[in-house]
Structures are given as C-alpha cells and as structure tokens.
C-alpha cells in the first residue's frame, strides 16, 4: 500500500512539469476561456431596446415549449436548417442575445462562435443565467 | 482455461490504460474549451483553480494510462485511475442531479450531453471504475502471495 501510494506521488509529479510547459504555451487560451468575456445580464440585454435579437440555443423541444416572445430558435442540432431563418431577420443594427437553459449550459456560447466565425456577426452577446435567469 | 485468466486481465489493462491515454490527449491540446467544461460543473467556483487543473489533469491522465500500458508504477496508476474515476462519476451524477444541462467534457470538446447521455456516461465511468479496482486487488493480491510471511 505504502509503495502503491509512492509511485502515484511520483505520477503526480511527473505529470507536472509538461503541465507547466503547456500552461506556459496555451497561456492566452486558458486566459479567454476562464474571462466571462461576452455574457451580459438580462437588465443590460434590455437596455438594448428594439435592436435586441434574442436567439434561443436551446433544443428545439425546449423552445417549442416556451420561449421569450421574438426569440428565433438556432441550436446545433438542426444548425443548417434554422441557420437560414436567422440570416433572414438579422441585419447589422441587431444586438444578437444567445441564451441556453442555464448558468452552466455551453450551448449559447458555441452558438455565439458559430455565429460569429460561420456568419460573420459582430455583435454578438450571451446571456448570464440563461433561461433560467429570467424573470417568470 | 488458463488462457482465459491470463487474456482476460491483459484486455482489461489495455482497455484502461488506453481510454486514460486517449482521454489525456483529446485535451491537452486545448486546456481552455476543458476549464470551461470543468466551470460549467460548478463545482470549482474559481477559474484559476479550473484553469489549472484544466492544464494539469490530462498530462495525469496520460502517465497514469501510459503506467497501466507498460506496467511501470502499475500499483499507483491504478490507484490513482480509481480515485479519478470515482470523482468524475461523483461529478457527474452531482451535474445530472442539479439538472445542468451541460456538455460531459471528458474526451474533450465533444458533444456528449449530460442531461440527455446521462445513463450511458454513468455506465461507462462505473465500468471503467471496477476494471480498475479488479486490477488493483489483483496486483494487491499477487503482492501479498508474494511477499514473505
């Protein structure tokens, strides 16, 4: 047992100096990752007045069962098909608000990427809290 | 039949060392997309503390496999693999309890939702999680069989 909790010490110090070289390298990366960055709250997106876009990440069953009022529905499972309808309603001058289920979903930021990197939209925003943030 | 006994443990460790080596290679290209998976768990309320352990726990997971693959601090790895799995299937089942509906990150950036794989990701790690300690008893029981008195 003694020697068995030796040898997973001397892991855990092998694994660490690659981890430090790579910190090191991927130093930025890690840095834009843990920054909120492009989340706003609920109170700022309404500032934004009749520019707003709201688009609902979310599964499309979730956006069948209620959504907030205006929200087009873009989630990657059906990227290609609902994609089309977004170009539709978006022109420059539209503040594009992303919201998934919750705090912890990772949907509303891909589809922020996606929008971003594939559609080539500037003004693009997450909204903090998601669905779950808002007020009932 | 002794074939078997021996065939037996031998996948077993190809398996595991394997899942391990690959797990640590699918991130450690890119740490950030894994401290944000491990964010999402809200379990880790500081980002630093994610962010290290973001760049720290693939190049774990790779010498951890790599010591199962080549039976080189075979004992550790083993137990370090057990304690490893045992957290991330806590972590797990803590995310799907709490309702988060977030991606798994455990190879990773790919798709695998907790909410809706949940059965299937939990089945994985506890499998994963028994080959390990079947492995680790067996090395504690060669070495007791081997050891003097």
């Given amino acids: ?136 | 039949m002794e074939s078997i006994a021996k065939v037996i443990p031998l996948l077993l460790r190809l398996t595991l060392g394997g899942v391990f080596v690959y797990a640590g290679l699918t991130k450690v290209t890119n740490p950030g997309d894994f401290a944000k998976d491990i964010l999402h768990y809200h379990l880790i309320p500081w980002p630093a503390a994610a962010a290290a352990l973001a760049v720290y726990l693939p190049w774990f997971e790779i010498f951890c496999g790599l010591g199962i693959l080549l039976q080189r601090l075979y004992a550790g790895a083993l137990m370090a693999v057990s304690g490893m799995m045992l957290v991330f299937t806590c972590a797990l089942a803590s995310a799907w309890f709490r309702g988060l509906d977030i991606a798994c990150g455990c190879f990773g950036k790919t798709k695998v939702d907790i909410q809706t794989h949940f059965p299937a990701l939990m089945a994985r790690d506890l499998t994963l999680l028994a080959i390990a300690v079947v492995l680790l008893v067996r090395v504690f029981r060669k070495g007791k069989a081997a050891s003097p008195g």
């Fill in chain 1, 1 to 136: 047992m003694t020697q068995s909790i030796r040898q997973m010490a001397a892991l855990l110090g092998l694994a660490l100096l690659p981890a430090l070289i790579s910190a090191g390298i991927q130093w930025d990366n890690l840095k834009a990752a843990t920054e909120p960055g492009d989340e706003i709250s609920y109170e700022t997106a309404l500032g934004f007045g009749e520019k707003i876009l709201w688009i609902d990440a979310r599964p499309s069953p979730s956006y069948a069962a209620g959504h907030i009022d205006g929200a087009i529905s873009l989630n990657e499972d059906h990227w290609q098909e609902l994609v089309a309808g977004f170009i539709d309603e978006w022109d420059d001058n539209r503040i594009i608000v992303v919201y998934c289920d919750g705090g912890g979903c990772d949907a509303s930021h891909a589809v922020a990427k996606r929008l971003r990197e594939e559609v080539g939209v500037k003004n693009v925003h997450v909204l903090k809290g998601g669905w779950k943030a808002l007020p009932k």
